[in-house]
């Protein structure tokens, strides 16, 4: 059998016909199999949805119980018989609970990959290599300029900037499934065990980790805390509320952003970000090429993102490589990151 | 260097003024020195050596990385620097002893000496030692392309306020100081004296010029700037002083704060009056500018011989002044330092100083014109040393540095096609007899798989009376067509006159059928020894048209 008769694209994402079932529709579909709880992967509507039991919990906490017509949960490694084919989940490093999906039909293996980091995260699985004939990559950084260096020595860069601004208080604009998280378990590790304080729309999400076992510190809302008081603190905000009239609150606040797009200057200064971050949830260009090494594939669907650079970088070793025309994927959150870059393409992501 | 570039990183996006102070103030108590005497010069532009062009940072990459995902990582990035600080791959050096990264210090004390073919080497070394933001800092700073954000006089602020200092002191000390500031630094730590410009005949760092781009028009305004020529001698600063004594010192420095007195001592008598003068030094003979290969004789000589004296009598063309007597003129607006600067050129009334002209123009293409022919715009029998003209914007103070803006440098360095003749039309005025505008072409491949002519420019100026006349009456004997005042003139590949062409820049045009657009062309000779058929070819256009907007 072809790897494509296994899995095309449709219209509604990513289709698995002998299997019958979507991977991270973006239409309403009778079953679907989701990678991880980021909106523009999880949406509500579907039939039946099989996912991790983390994925399940966020859609429940994001979209309400009834989310979908029935749910069902799934271990990492656990084999799933779903019409001619077996598929199973794997840590795919990027947020708590996410996953990547291997769809297994007679000897072809393919594997969707989701969104994915290999890069070390104090707040999920790491990434697990999953060998197979078909890999489906994303493409967020997929150029050789995204490189994100270690995320320690970002979040030192914060805790200099806190001493150096006694005076100020530090808004950290970071998305708030996942990112939020992985900052505040890095100023962990890094020692500060000051309150740190949270949006109002993170503190669900940000709870979540907690009861699942993430060690996060005392966390608290800033809602309600008087302006003196905020001096010298740190608060994790979605992004679109860094430039808001929420900020007013703060005394003469620095505007910090974790984002792997912090890398290049225009996007941050597009932003009006004063204390960029190089903090992402996806893999960078040295993780995508070593990672398509890594599975031994010897073909590479390539999607959302710098797909042309990826698939050129393939084709130079001699891999066959194509792009994947997936619509719809790389706008979670697309409210927040178009308030932030004034950009409202949908073309921006969970960096 | 890693420390500097994150200091200019964050400076780069913080907006506020006190909170910059702050990042600088923390910057300057937490390095030690000499660094953070190399970073004060840096963020006042008192470093000075000569800068890496952008195409020597594009070989290194290339040589390093896949052309094709250069391409998409410039295309998305926008900025060369930035793009190759990023991509620079990780370098594979052997063994664990890897060399520390350079420090600030180590890159300007070795750019100072560097000699340009050893540069890219050790571009390279460093870029293999430096992280993304100390590459990035690195390349902006060898390419003379740092944009800091933030004032010389902020950053003296912020060394000030180190030691709780009124800035006005360190201004008025500045001119004795130099980098690294030992004696500035010990002085705000409370270690040592307070420094004392003693020196009555301090070098001020110069303001150097931007090239202008033909982009750069569009956003000038012709009425905002005052020209002079551009001289092909050497950049000096003449200063003089009365030292303890009241005796009048003087001093000749290079642009780059070299003293060289001792190799003019004919013209140091000349600076009888303490001041400070920015000007060209150029040989004279007979009242006449020498071209630069006559002044290169004078320079880089171990004795000073009275022969070599007399033979290469030298001279300084004065355009500007910094300081006269005890008043520092450099925040005074370029007008106003001008008028100064015509006084005490006058008050001076000595035959090896006299005052650079300025060029009257009231439109661009004027000032085109004028630069083109330096001999008919005033300059005269010294066009031969002019190399270009100089725009100076008229309320711009002397800035030390190269900022971009006040002060911009046009070349006369045209670019040269060999095009052939295509239409002729009849001038204006004086010229209306004359068939004085031309229509001009060079080869591409056309729909029929032959080769024909595409127009791809106008020039009516640049040749003699004499050749008008020649041209004149090849028009007159080789028209195939009229229409109007406009000849279609014979242009075969055997059978046509060859132009050429010079000028000063491409730009696509898709108002032209060729795609391209000249700046400024001018017929600079005729090739009547060429046939028709060995005159240029488009793609050598677009060819210049990528090397001119590729970087
Ligand atoms: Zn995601």
């Given at each position: 059998?072809?790897?494509?008769?296994?899995?095309?694209?449709?219209?509604?994402?990513?289709?698995?016909?002998?299997?019958?079932?979507?991977?991270?529709?973006?239409?309403?579909?009778?079953?679907?199999?989701?990678?991880?709880?980021?909106?523009?992967?999880?949406?509500?509507?579907?039939?039946?949805?099989?996912?991790?039991?983390?994925?399940?919990?966020?859609?429940?906490?994001?979209?309400?119980?009834?989310?979908?017509?029935?749910?069902?949960?799934?271990?990492?490694?656990?084999?799933?018989?779903?019409?001619?084919?077996?598929?199973?989940?794997?840590?795919?490093?990027?947020?708590?609970?996410?996953?990547?999906?291997?769809?297994?039909?007679?000897?072809?293996?393919?594997?969707?990959?989701?969104?994915?980091?290999?890069?070390?995260?104090?707040?999920?699985?790491?990434?697990?290599?999953?060998?197979?004939?078909?890999?489906?990559?994303?493409?967020?950084?997929?150029?050789?300029?995204?490189?994100?260096?270690?995320?320690?020595?970002?979040?030192?860069?914060?805790?200099?900037?806190?001493?150096?601004?006694?005076?100020?208080?530090?808004?950290?604009?970071?998305?708030?499934?996942?990112?939020?998280?992985?900052?505040?378990?890095?100023?962990?590790?890094?020692?500060?065990?000051?309150?740190?304080?949270?949006?109002?729309?993170?503190?669900?999400?940000?709870?979540?980790?907690?009861?699942?076992g993430i060690p996060l510190g005392e966390l608290r809302?800033?809602?309600?805390?008087?302006?003196?008081?905020?001096?010298?603190?740190?608060?994790?905000?979605?992004?679109?509320?860094?430039?808001?009239?929420?900020?007013?609150?703060?005394?003469?606040?620095?505007?910090?952003?974790?984002?792997?797009?912090?890398?290049?200057?225009?996007?941050?200064?597009?932003?009006?970000?004063?204390?960029?971050?190089?903090?992402?949830?996806?893999?960078?260009?040295?993780?995508?090429?070593?990672?398509?090494?890594?599975?031994?594939?010897?073909?590479?669907?390539?999607?959302?993102?710098?797909?042309?650079?990826?698939?050129?970088?393939?084709?130079?070793?001699?891999?066959?490589?194509?792009?994947?025309?997936?619509?719809?994927?790389?706008?979670?959150?697309?409210?927040?990151?178009?308030?932030?870059?004034?950009?409202?393409?949908?073309?921006?992501?969970?960096? | 260097?890693?420390?500097?570039?994150?200091?200019?990183?964050?400076?780069?996006?913080?907006?506020?003024?006190?909170?910059?102070?702050?990042?600088?103030?923390?910057?300057?108590?937490?390095?030690?020195?000499?660094?953070?005497?190399?970073?004060?010069?840096?963020?006042?532009?008192?470093?000075?050596?000569?800068?890496?062009?952008?195409?020597?940072?594009?070989?290194?990459?290339?040589?390093?990385?896949?052309?094709?995902?250069?391409?998409?990582?410039?295309?998305?990035?926008?900025?060369?620097?930035?793009?190759?600080?990023?991509?620079?791959?990780?370098?594979?050096?052997?063994?664990?002893?890897?060399?520390?990264?350079?420090?600030?210090?180590?890159?300007?004390?070795?750019?100072?000496?560097?000699?340009?073919?050893?540069?890219?080497?050790?571009?390279?070394?460093?870029?293999?030692?430096?992280?993304?933001?100390?590459?990035?800092?690195?390349?902006?700073?060898?390419?003379?392309?740092?944009?800091?954000?933030?004032?010389?006089?902020?950053?003296?602020?912020?060394?000030?306020?180190?030691?709780?200092?009124?800035?006005?002191?360190?201004?008025?000390?500045?001119?004795?100081?130099?980098?690294?500031?030992?004696?500035?630094?010990?002085?705000?730590?409370?270690?040592?004296?307070?420094?004392?410009?003693?020196?009555?005949?301090?070098?001020?760092?110069?303001?150097?010029?931007?090239?202008?781009?033909?982009?750069?028009?569009?956003?000038?305004?012709?009425?905002?700037?005052?020209?002079?020529?551009?001289?092909?001698?050497?950049?000096?600063?003449?200063?003089?002083g009365r030292d303890e004594r009241g005796h009048i010192?003087?001093?000749?420095?290079?642009?780059?704060?070299?003293?060289?007195?001792?190799?003019?001592p004919d013209l140091a008598p000349s600076l009888h009056?303490?001041?400070?003068?920015?000007?060209?030094?150029?040989?004279?003979?007979?009242?006449?500018?020498?071209?630069?290969?006559?002044?290169?004789?004078?320079?880089?000589?171990?004795?000073?011989?009275?022969?070599?004296?007399?033979?290469?009598?030298?001279?300084?063309?004065?355009?500007?002044?910094?300081?006269?007597?005890?008043?520092?003129?450099?925040?005074?607006?370029?007008?106003?330092?001008?008028?100064?600067?015509?006084?005490?050129?006058?008050?001076?009334?000595?035959?090896?100083?006299?005052?650079?002209?300025?060029?009257?123009?009231?439109?661009?293409?004027?000032?085109?014109?004028?630069?083109?022919?330096?001999?008919?715009?005033?300059?005269?029998?010294?066009?031969?040393?002019?190399?270009?003209?100089?725009?100076?914007?008229?309320?711009?103070?002397?800035?030390?540095?190269?900022?971009?803006?006040?002060?911009?440098?046009?070349?006369?360095?045209?670019?040269?096609?060999?095009?052939?003749?295509?239409?002729?039309?009849?001038?204006?005025?004086?010229?209306?007899?004359?068939?004085?505008?031309?229509?001009?072409?060079?080869?591409?491949?056309?729909?029929?798989?032959?080769?024909?002519?595409?127009?791809?420019?106008?020039?009516?100026?640049?040749?003699?009376?004499?050749?008008?006349?020649?041209?004149?009456?090849?028009?007159?004997?080789?028209?195939?067509?009229?229409?109007?005042?406009?000849?279609?003139?014979?242009?075969?590949?055997?059978?046509?006159?060859?132009?050429?062409?010079?000028?000063?820049?491409?730009?696509?045009?898709?108002?032209?059928?060729?795609?391209?657009?000249?700046?400024?062309?001018?017929?600079?000779?005729?090739?009547?020894?060429?046939?028709?058929?060995?005159?240029?070819?488009?793609?050598?256009?677009?060819?210049?048209?990528?090397?001119?907007?590729?970087?």
């Amino acid at each position: 059998m072809r790897p494509q008769d296994i899995l095309m694209p449709v219209p509604a994402g990513l289709c698995c016909k002998p299997g019958g079932f979507h991977i991270d529709p973006v239409r309403p579909v009778e079953r679907a199999l989701i990678t991880h709880g980021h909106s523009d992967h999880a949406r509500p509507g579907h039939g039946a949805v099989l996912a991790t039991q983390e994925t399940l919990d966020m859609m429940r906490l994001r979209y309400g119980d009834d989310f979908a017509g029935s749910t069902q949960a799934i271990a990492y490694g656990e084999e799933i018989r779903l019409g001619d084919v077996t598929v199973s989940f794997h840590p795919a490093g990027h947020v708590l609970g996410s996953a990547q999906i291997a769809v297994t039909c007679k000897d072809t293996r393919i594997v969707a990959s989701g969104d994915y980091k290999d890069a070390r995260d104090p707040t999920c699985a790491p990434f697990e290599l999953v060998p197979c004939d078909v890999f489906i990559t994303e493409a967020t950084f997929g150029l050789p300029v995204f490189r994100h260096g270690d995320a320690a020595g970002e979040v030192s860069k914060l805790l200099a900037s806190v001493k150096l601004f006694p005076e100020r208080a530090h808004l950290v604009g970071a998305y708030s499934l996942g990112k939020a998280q992985r900052v505040i378990a890095l100023l962990r590790e890094a020692g500060y065990d000051a309150p740190i304080y949270l949006h109002g729309a993170m503190e669900k999400i940000t709870y979540y980790y907690q009861e699942r076992g993430i060690p996060l510190g005392e966390l608290r809302p800033a809602r309600g805390v008087k302006k003196a008081d905020l001096a010298g603190t740190i608060t994790l905000a979605p992004p679109s509320a860094t430039s808001d009239v929420w900020t007013r609150r703060f005394p003469d606040p620095v505007t910090a952003f974790a984002s792997g797009w912090m890398r290049v200057r225009a996007r941050a200064r597009q932003g009006g970000v004063e204390l960029p971050l190089v903090i992402s949830d996806h893999a960078d260009w040295d993780g995508l090429t070593a990672t398509i090494a890594a599975t031994g594939a010897g073909e590479i669907w390539v999607t959302h993102g710098q797909e042309d650079a990826l698939v050129h970088w393939c084709k130079t070793k001699g891999l066959a490589a194509r792009p994947l025309d997936l619509v719809g994927y790389g706008d979670e959150d697309e409210g927040e990151t178009a308030a932030l870059t004034g950009e409202a393409n949908g073309g921006e992501t969970t960096a | 260097m890693n420390r500097f570039a994150e200091l200019l990183d964050r400076l780069a996006y913080e907006p506020g003024r006190n909170n910059k102070i702050k990042l600088l103030v923390a910057y300057f108590r937490d390095t030690e020195d000499p660094d953070r005497g190399y970073a004060l010069a840096a963020l006042t532009g008192a470093l000075s050596f000569k800068h890496a062009k952008p195409g020597l940072i594009r070989d290194l990459i290339t040589e390093r990385a896949d052309p094709v995902l250069f391409g998409y990582s410039y295309d998305y990035v926008g900025d060369l620097s930035e793009t190759v600080a990023l991509m620079w791959p990780k370098a594979e050096l052997p063994g664990h002893n890897n060399p520390p990264p350079p420090t600030l210090t180590d890159v300007v004390t070795t750019l100072r000496t560097l000699g340009k073919a050893e540069l890219p080497a050790q571009l390279a070394r460093w870029l293999d030692e430096l992280d993304e933001t100390g590459r990035w800092a690195l390349l902006k700073l060898v390419t003379g392309a740092m944009r800091i954000g933030i004032s010389a006089r902020l950053a003296k602020t912020a060394a000030a306020a180190l030691g709780d200092k009124d800035p006005h002191e360190i201004e008025l000390m500045w001119p004795g100081l130099s980098p690294p500031y030992l004696d500035l630094f010990a002085w705000l730590e409370g270690r040592g004296d307070k420094p004392v410009n003693r020196d009555p005949t301090p070098f001020r760092p110069v303001m150097l010029a931007h090239a202008i781009e033909d982009s750069d028009f569009a956003n000038l305004d012709a009425a905002d700037f005052s020209a002079e020529w551009k001289w092909d001698g050497i950049r000096v600063q003449a200063v003089s002083g009365r030292d303890e004594r009241g005796h009048i010192q003087a001093r000749l420095y290079s642009r780059t704060g070299e003293d060289i007195t001792g190799s003019f001592p004919d013209l140091a008598p000349s600076l009888h009056l303490p001041g400070a003068i920015d000007g060209e030094l150029l040989v004279l003979r007979d009242g006449r500018v020498q071209t630069f290969n006559v002044l290169q004789q004078r320079l880089n000589r171990k004795v000073v011989s009275p022969k070599l004296i007399k033979e290469f009598p030298i001279h300084l063309r004065a355009y500007d002044l910094l300081g006269d007597d005890e008043t520092d003129l450099r925040e005074l607006p370029f007008t106003e330092r001008r008028a100064h600067l015509e006084r005490f050129v006058a008050k001076l009334d000595d035959p090896r100083i006299d005052l650079s002209p300025t060029v009257p123009f009231a439109s661009w293409d004027e000032l085109a014109a004028a630069r083109a022919d330096p001999k008919s715009a005033g300059a005269g029998d010294d066009a031969d040393a002019v190399e270009g003209v100089m725009l100076k914007r008229r309320d711009a103070p002397y800035l030390p540095g190269r900022p971009k803006g006040p002060w911009w440098k046009w070349k006369r360095d045209p670019h040269i096609i060999d095009a052939v003749l295509m239409y002729a039309q009849r001038g204006h005025g004086k010229r209306s007899s004359y068939y004085s505008d031309y229509t001009f072409g060079v080869w591409t491949s056309g729909e029929n798989g032959g080769d024909e002519l595409v127009p791809v420019g106008k020039a009516y100026f640049g040749f003699t009376d004499e050749e008008l006349l020649q041209i004149d009456r090849f028009v007159r004997r080789n028209t195939t067509e009229k229409f109007g005042p406009v000849r279609h003139v014979v242009h075969e590949p055997d059978q046509g006159l060859v132009l050429e062409v010079a000028f000063e820049g491409l730009q696509r045009s898709p108002r032209h059928k060729s795609g391209v657009a000249m700046r400024f062309p001018r017929i600079s000779r005729l090739r009547w020894d060429k046939p028709p058929r060995e005159a240029d070819r488009l793609e050598t256009l677009e060819r210049l048209l990528m090397s001119m907007t590729g970087n």
